[in-house]
């Protein structure tokens, strides 16, 4: 029943850890596994079973999570690691990390080669670690519309809302758009403190004009006020959006998409300087906003 669905969820980074907490406080039974223990221990604390390894994480798992940095990542814990070889056949594995399109593609044929008994579904998220930990994320999932309701208390335990966008990849399409805004939202926060400061106003009398304004969301004001107590600390790091949007850019005519094109060398040279750890907000940092 799908009230009883046991889950595993391999990778618990920035996004993976709160992901899996929101799962077990939703009472599904939890396997984590991460490949540094200690994440994993804090979350068998809360009630999760902790795997000594992929394979031993989705032994009898009825959904696999994968939540880790790229496809090689991936690609890594699924093959190399045996995770797909230990998958029960009919169990649903939905790829949750964002790895664009051609590692998507990727993730497909393995599972079509190796394993075409195992449900594949891509399904990314939206939102950073503060909706994460709310449970509060947006799902861009893609792939069989017949296990929608078996995978469903999942979704609907990590996040507010799930859009379907169709078949496997498609997911990972909408979150490259999706992400592709967010950069530009986050840059324009930058741009917009910084052009206050060259005109010679203060950044907290900027900062409160904009809160609360018509043009300003949920997600820029927590930017905004983090701005304002100048702290940096990831939700969303700038390493992590710069390799989106340079996903987003490798499957476009680059010269259609100048913009995105641009900000992607400048946050480039914020990375070089040191600044990739820290939260894509940073970049207000970088601009002396």
Request: glycine share 12%; hydrophobic share 45%; net charge negative.
């Amino acid at each position: 029943m799908p009230d009883t669905q046991r889950v595993a969820v391999l990778g618990l980074g920035g996004m993976g850890e709160p992901m899996a907490a929101s799962i077990v406080r939703a009472g599904l039974p939890t396997v984590v596994w991460n490949r540094r223990p200690e994440r994993a221990r804090r979350l068998g604390e809360q009630g999760a079973r902790v795997a000594d390894n992929p394979a031993d994480a989705v032994d009898g798992a009825d959904v696999v999570i994968t939540m880790v940095t790229d496809a090689d990542a991936v690609l890594s814990v699924a093959d190399d690691q045996g995770m797909l070889a230990a998958v029960p056949d009919g169990a649903i594995w939905a790829q949750m990390s964002t790895i664009g399109v051609d590692g998507t593609e990727r993730v497909a044929r393995l599972v079509a080669e190796r394993r075409p008994g195992v449900v594949l579904l891509d399904a990314p998220v939206a939102g950073s670690r503060g909706p994460a930990e709310q449970g509060k994320l947006l799902v861009l999932a893609s792939g069989p519309p017949e296990v929608r309701e078996r995978i469903a208390p999942v979704f609907e335990a990590v996040g507010q809302r799930t859009v379907w966008a169709g078949p496997v990849g498609a997911g990972s399409r909408l979150k490259l758009a999706n992400n592709l805004l967010l950069a530009f939202l986050a840059e324009g926060i930058a741009e917009a403190l910084a052009l206050g400061r060259a005109l010679g106003l203060d950044r907290a009398t900027v900062i409160g004009a904009l809160q609360g304004g018509p043009l300003v969301s949920p997600w820029a004001a927590d930017k905004l006020e983090r701005i304002g107590r100048d702290d940096y600390s990831p939700q969303y790091t700038l390493n992590l959006a710069l390799k989106d949007v340079d996903l987003a850019l490798r499957e476009v005519e680059v010269d259609r998409f100048t913009v995105a094109a641009s900000l992607a060398e400048r946050w480039r040279r914020a990375v070089d300087q040191g600044l990739g750890d820290d939260d894509v907000t940073v970049v207000t940092r970088a601009l002396g906003g």
